[in-house]
């Protein structure tokens, strides 16, 4: 069992929450994240997706407690030790009990003033077309996330109905806004402020914690590779940010 507290990185698909927890999770005092960044879409890989399902779970068994306790990990306020996660957050009100925030920080990222075309470009082409590597296909059973969305929906897992799924999200009018979360207590950055060089160190201070200038480094560093491109070759075909 780990005793350990817990911070949450919570926002919409394409907001890259993956990369905060990765980065949080590299820090001295935090359980490895086991960062990796897939450079040909952005996407970043983290053990932080343990808790991904519990944006799929409106009521039953499937609490942050339940979650954390399958994989032996019980939150505790006094611990030393910190765990980096990351959620959507669309469920997290009703899938929290009141004593898991007194060891669980929640890092809300405001999105709401991004441009919806390429945050709906970074969603879509980190979601769809990345692929995953051997030890995410162990966990998935799927090779791309299409993939499991075809299986769902009884269509054959073919190139051409992987891009159809593609330019059904790229056609999405509008995307859900950043949940408020205006129950739980959080702690609110915004995507620009973080998305920039240096942009860890006012994360950093928002969050209340230190680290050794090499992670800021590190942080600056991998920015050149969460980028979506604006130009993608993936199922037979060239994909282009929209304008």
């Known amino acids: 069992m780990i005793n350990t507290r817990l911070f949450i990185a919570v926002g919409v698909g394409g907001s890259r929450i993956d990369f905060l927890s990765g980065w949080l999770g ?5 359980i490895d994240s086991q960062w990796r960044i897939d450079v040909e879409t952005g ?10 399902n519990i944006d799929l779970y409106p ?6 407690k ?5 994989r032996d990990i019980h939150l505790d306020p006094n611990s030393t030790t910190n765990f980096a996660v990351s959620s959507h957050g669309f469920l997290l009100e009703q899938n929290m009990q009141k004593d898991d925030l007194l060891a669980t920080t929640i890092i809300r990222l405001d999105t709401d003033s991004v441009d919806y075309k390429k945050l709906n470009w970074e969603y879509t082409v980190k979601t769809f077309m990345s692929y995953h590597r051997l030890e995410h296909a162990f966990h998935t059973n ?5 993939d499991a969305h075809l299986k769902n929906r009884g269509l054959a897992v073919t190139d051409d109905n992987r891009a159809m799924l593609v330019e059904e999200s790229l056609a999405k009018a509008q995307f859900i806004a950043t949940p408020k979360l205006s129950t739980l207590p959080t702690v609110t950055v915004r995507y620009e402020d973080i998305f920039q060089r240096g942009g860890s160190f006012h994360l950093a201070s928002q969050l209340g914690i230190t680290c050794p200038p090499v992670y800021h480094q590190l942080w600056d560093n991998n920015l050149q590779y969460v980028e979506a ?15």
């Open 59 to 64: 009521t039953g068994p499937q609490t942050l």
């Open 66 to 70: 339940t979650l954390l306790g399958d």
């Open 229 to 243: 491109p604006k130009e993608i070759v993936k199922f037979g075909r060239t994909w282009h940010c929209p304008q």
């Open 43 to 52: 996407r970043s890989f983290t053990l932080a997706n343990c808790i991904r």
């Open 142 to 146: 799927e090779f791309y996330t299409t």
């Open 26 to 30: 590299s820090l001295p005092n935090f």
